[in-house]
């Protein structure tokens, strides 16, 4: 810390320094832990997070896990993105994150200020450094998530360090009193003072430090903690600006909901906080971290019920119908290669979708251009766009896992813009459907087409996909044979051989296309390197 004759610029220095630390603490070892969990954390969203209340404590132990809500928001909308949640799911993540993300405030208060940790993490900074200089692999992510943890409390150390300094000034009656007009001028304070820090555990660690030395009362800095809960969705606004609805709706479901529960813990905030430091046997620590729990608590519980018409409301204040093709891609998404690869394979699964089922549709008996008119207008636009996305994904370093599925979503996508490309060849498509030999295997290929769409990353569907290739590369050659014979005795002209041999072109192509995207949908689907690397052909076709 800070020594010398400065007085009070040295105590303000290092109760800056102190949030400074902390705060570069909390983004080493949240950036760590992310890393770490990352994929288990994805799957727990995906497979628990069905409904509000499973999305709610989905959301409340990965925020715990990962200590910062606002990984756990932007994983949050990728899966929104891709498709994978739905928005009353991602608004029930949303309460859970709330909650966990009070387990930063317990384990600031228990390791920090009861056990005093900062001397004891000078050693174990050392010891991290160290592993983080000669370790290797997921070694290197645990060395850094020590060292950030060792920051933390090197920062709430100073932090404390600084406050004393303030004891002779700094006290209770200086600040806004205990009326109603005081405790919401400070909850504009914490409020404000989260909107600066960008970080709301950051906001209760320095309450803390502020309670514990004295300098504030416990209803004083429970009404700054409220503020601050609010305060932190400023950042979930930022994020938004640019993107699509659906992100812009889980942020002002964000806003809404801690509007609403900062709202109702304000009103309750006197009786509550007299409660609970009695209690704790009078301790204020305890009872301003227990009032930050169970405020966010008892909002869960009383907006679960009402997810339904919260959900309705946050829509309407932020309209938009859904359009036949996938929405565009929020490049506020690529901040997080994780994120962004769910949304990039929601989207392109999502056109793959309808253009497989599109063209199924066209190649039935009696097939007409109209089956593919509802979505060919907006294939150009969508496939820029998902091309646009694929292109600006930056995978970190040593990811091979994100590496691999970035890999198989650049083979799925070129293959739909291949068949994308096939779909608009309405003449030849109009002479396999009207010649008598190619009718079979064009309907055939249809019925395939319609049943990948309806699953279009299903493995089991790209092999079928298989199987009938060869089929129809047989049936090709025979037919090819005939015309060629056919035009030899002067039966069919030579433009009508090449319009043949263009339309059994198409057939082999487009099989070939609808075969690798759904292959490749699924390789983009594994979570695992090896996975991939094993249904990755040797040709990279």
């Not at 040295?10 to 990352?38: H, K, P, W």
């Not at 292109?391 to 996508?413: N, V, W």
Request: net charge positive.
């Amino acid at each position: 810390m800070i020594r010398g004759g400065g007085g009070m610029t040295n105590d303000i220095l290092n109760v800056l320094g102190g949030i400074g630390l902390y705060l570069f603490g909390m983004q080493i070892m949240t950036e760590a832990l992310r890393r770490m969990a990352s994929r288990q954390a994805r799957a727990m969203l995906a497979r628990f997070a069905t409904t509000p209340f499973t999305g709610a404590l989905s959301g409340a132990v990965i925020t715990a896990v990962l200590q910062s809500s606002s990984a756990v928001l932007i994983t949050t909308i990728g899966f929104v993105g891709a498709g994978m949640l739905s928005f009353p799911q991602a608004v029930g993540i949303i309460y859970g994150a709330n909650i966990g993300t009070t387990i930063t405030g317990w384990m600031v208060m228990a390791l920090g200020l009861k056990l005093q940790l900062g001397l004891a993490a000078l050693p174990l900074l050392f010891v991290a450094a160290l592993m983080q200089a000669f370790a290797k692999g997921p070694w290197q992510a645990t060395a850094q998530a020590l060292a950030g943890f060792c920051l933390v409390f090197l920062g709430f150390d100073l932090m404390q360090a600084g406050t004393r300094g303030f004891e002779g000034w700094l006290t209770p009656d200086i600040l806004p009193g205990d009326g109603l007009v005081g405790r919401a001028l400070l909850m504009g304070i914490g409020m404000a003072f989260t909107i600066v820090v960008q970080s709301s555990s950051a906001g209760v660690a320095t309450a803390l430090v502020l309670l514990g030395s004295g300098a504030i009362s416990l209803p004083q800095a429970a009404a700054m903690v409220v503020g601050m809960d609010i305060g932190t969705t400023f950042k979930s606004l930022l994020a938004t600006i640019g993107g699509s609805r659906d992100m812009r709706r889980t942020a002002v479901a964000h806003v809404a909901y801690n509007v609403v529960t900062g709202t109702a813990a304000f009103l309750a905030l006197g009786p509550a906080t007299a409660l609970l430091q009695a209690a704790f046997g009078g301790d204020p620590l305890p009872a301003l971290v227990a009032f930050h729990t169970l405020f966010n608590v008892m909002g869960v519980a009383l907006m679960l019920p009402f997810t339904g018409p919260f959900t309705r409301l946050i829509e309407r204040l932020v309209p938009g119908g859904d359009a036949l093709s996938p929405r565009p891609l929020d490049r506020a998404l690529l901040a997080d290669a994780d994120a962004a690869l769910d949304a990039a394979r929601g989207a392109s699964g999502g056109l793959a979708s309808a253009l497989l089922c599109a063209l199924g549709e066209r190649l039935r008996l009696g097939g007409t251009p109209a089956a593919l008119a509802g979505i060919t207008p907006q294939l150009p636009a969508a496939i820029d766009d998902i091309e646009d996305f694929l292109t600006r994904i930056q995978i970190p370093e040593g990811q091979r896992g994100a590496m691999l599925r970035h890999s198989a979503l650049l083979h799925q996508f070129d293959h739909l813009h291949r068949l994308a490309h096939r779909a608009e060849q309405g003449d030849r498509i109009d002479l396999l459907l009207s010649d008598p030999a190619l009718l079979r295997p064009a309907v055939a290929l249809g019925a395939a087409l319609r049943r990948a769409g309806a699953a279009p990353s299903d493995p089991a569907q790209a092999r079928r996909l298989a199987r009938l290739r060869p089929l129809i590369a047989g049936r090709m050659q025979r037919l090819r044979r005939s015309a060629l014979l056919r035009e030899h005795v002067g039966l069919v002209s030579p433009a009508e051989v090449f319009a043949l041999t263009d339309a059994l072109r198409w057939l082999d192509r487009a099989v070939h296309h609808a075969e690798r995207i759904v292959h490749y949908g699924a390789l983009a689907a594994e979570a695992t390197p090896e996975a991939l690397r094993a249904g990755q052909p040797p040709n990279g076709d």
